[in-house]
């Protein structure tokens, strides 16, 4: 078997003890005799990987249940682009987004077909290379919620700090840095991912909210399924949710604890990035970051070479140094080194090799 250091940005690489495991207990979970693919949503077996899976998310994000609440729900983080105003924006009122990357700006593109938003800042004037500063954010009046994006997985630029709203709920598409670093979670009312970066496969999305948020939930949706309500009512199991992609987070949930929880992890995601950054700032202008220093993103890491020709070349050569996936997004282009917190410290070390020796060859 060759494993590879895999850089894509979602799906992405998973944790090998994980991937082990689920081997492991795929023909006969525990004694079961069937895998749990083939078991139902509404067995004990499955109920308690449930229960399981939401309070170790809730362990790791530091998150008290009396407070808060884990679903696990479908369609991706997209749909919750869409179920976060149905539920949470009531006719009238007004919502506060702050544009800094593609997710971002789909989140509020869905969000206007649905009520009032308010755009609080945009960073696409400058390619969303930044991330905007407390005293340039503009709220409105008296925002419903204020929407974030903490980690902007196309440009790779991160939020460096927890915006101050006032009395707004703070709701955050975490999909690309959710548990990668030591952030104070409960200084959001909402927070959503889809699991397919640092919590498992594709499939399952997971979103935590705080439950006097949930209470304010509308109740008048024209789908149950788009209910917020219905599916903490539920347990997450009003309808068969995506049961594999559940017990794979409960899997990957139990890693990040035994790697020794978010503080452990967020120390290894600094050494990791700063092996690749510290290339990028030493390579004499070989390499160049799309990001602001200040802004830097320790999950995606993205930047340019001196022209296209030189960027297929390293993408074409890396595979055969056993990395793949670090391809640029078209929208700015060159490289991007996606390092969730599955990408071993090896995988950085590997890669920062190969962009040194690529320099001296091409340079
Ligand atoms: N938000 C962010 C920050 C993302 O990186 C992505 C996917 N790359 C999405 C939202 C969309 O997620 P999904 O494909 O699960 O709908």
Same mark, same amino acid.
């Given at each position: 078997?060759?494993?590879?250091?895999?850089?894509?940005?979602?799906?992405?690489?998973?944790?090998?003890?994980?991937?082990?495991?689920?081997?492991?207990?795929?023909?006969?979970?525990? =004694?079961?005799?069937?895998?749990?693919?083939?078991?139902?949503?509404?067995?004990?077996?499955?109920?308690? &990987?449930?229960?399981?899976?939401?309070?170790?998310?809730?362990?790791?994000?530091?998150?008290?249940?009396?407070?808060?609440?884990?679903?696990?729900?479908?369609?991706?983080?997209?749909?919750?682009?869409?179920?976060?105003?149905?539920?949470?924006?009531? !006719? $009238?009122?007004?919502?506060?987004?702050?544009?800094? $990357?593609?997710? *971002?700006?789909?989140?509020?593109?869905?969000?206007? /077909?649905?009520?009032?938003?308010?755009?609080?800042?945009?960073? /696409?004037? !400058?390619?969303?290379?930044?991330?905007?500063?407390?005293?340039?954010?503009?709220?409105?009046?008296?925002?419903?919620?204020?929407? &974030?994006?903490?980690?902007?997985?196309?440009? $790779?630029?991160?939020?460096?700090? #927890?915006?101050?709203?006032?009395? *707004?709920?703070?709701?955050?598409?975490? !999909?690309?840095?959710?548990?990668?670093?030591? %952030?104070?979670?409960?200084?959001?009312?909402?927070?959503?991912?889809?699991?397919?970066?640092?919590?498992?496969?594709?499939?399952?999305?997971?979103?935590?909210?705080?439950?006097?948020?949930?209470?304010?939930?509308?109740?008048?949706?024209?789908?149950?399924?788009?209910?917020? /309500?219905?599916?903490?009512?539920?347990?997450?199991?009003?309808?068969?949710?995506?049961?594999?992609?559940?017990? #794979?987070?409960?899997?990957?949930?139990?890693?990040?604890?035994?790697? =020794? =929880?978010?503080?452990? +992890?967020?120390? %290894?995601?600094?050494? /990791?990035?700063?092996?690749?950054?510290?290339?990028?700032?030493?390579? =004499?202008?070989?390499?160049?970051?799309? *990001?602001?220093?200040?802004?830097?993103? @320790?999950?995606?890491?993205?930047?340019?070479?001196?022209?296209? @020709?030189?960027?297929?070349?390293?993408?074409?050569?890396?595979?055969? *140094?056993?990395?793949?996936? +670090?391809?640029?997004?078209?929208?700015?282009? $060159?490289?991007?080194?996606?390092?969730?917190?599955?990408?071993?410290? @090896?995988?950085?070390?590997?890669?920062?090799?190969?962009?040194?020796?690529?320099?001296?060859?091409?340079?």
């Amino acid at each position: 078997m060759t494993r590879v250091y895999n850089f894509n940005p979602g799906p992405a690489v998973l944790p090998l003890s994980v991937l082990e495991t689920a081997q492991r207990e795929l023909l006969d979970y525990k =004694g079961n005799g069937i895998s749990i693919m083939e078991m139902s949503h509404r067995s004990a077996q499955f109920e308690e &990987i449930n229960r399981e899976a939401e309070s170790l998310v809730l362990e790791n994000a530091g998150l008290a249940a009396a407070d808060y609440r884990v679903l696990f729900l479908q369609g991706g983080a997209s749909l919750q682009f869409s179920m976060i105003p149905m539920n949470l924006l009531p !006719s $009238g009122a007004t919502a506060d987004y702050i544009i800094t $990357g593609s997710f *971002a700006e789909k989140a509020y593109q869905e969000a206007v /077909k649905l009520g009032s938003i308010h755009v609080a800042a945009s960073t /696409k004037a !400058s390619n969303h290379s930044i991330i905007p500063r407390q005293e340039e954010l503009q709220f409105s009046e008296n925002p419903a919620y204020v929407h &974030i994006t903490t980690n902007n997985t196309i440009y $790779g630029t991160q939020w460096p700090y #927890i915006p101050d709203c006032g009395s *707004a709920f703070l709701v955050a598409d975490m !999909s690309s840095d959710i548990l990668s670093r030591e %952030l104070e979670l409960s200084r959001f009312d909402l927070i959503y991912a889809g699991a397919q970066k640092n919590m498992g496969p594709a499939g399952v999305t997971v979103l935590i909210i705080r439950k006097s948020m949930l209470e304010q939930a509308s109740e008048n949706l024209p789908s149950a399924m788009l209910s917020y /309500k219905i599916h903490a009512e539920n347990d997450s199991l009003y309808n068969t949710p995506c049961t594999f992609g559940i017990y #794979i987070v409960r899997l990957v949930m139990q890693w990040v604890k035994e790697m =020794g =929880g978010v503080k452990a +992890l967020g120390a %290894l995601n600094r050494q /990791k990035a700063a092996l690749i950054y510290d290339v990028i700032d030493n390579s =004499g202008g070989f390499y160049r970051g799309h *990001a602001a220093m200040v802004a830097r993103s @320790e999950m995606n890491i993205t930047f340019r070479l001196p022209g296209a @020709e030189l960027e297929n070349k390293f993408v074409q050569e890396a595979p055969k *140094a056993g990395m793949i996936g +670090l391809k640029g997004h078209r929208s700015v282009g $060159g490289i991007r080194a996606s390092i969730y917190n599955a990408m071993p410290l @090896e995988g950085c070390q590997a890669l920062a090799s190969f962009m040194q020796e690529f320099a001296r060859r091409n340079g």
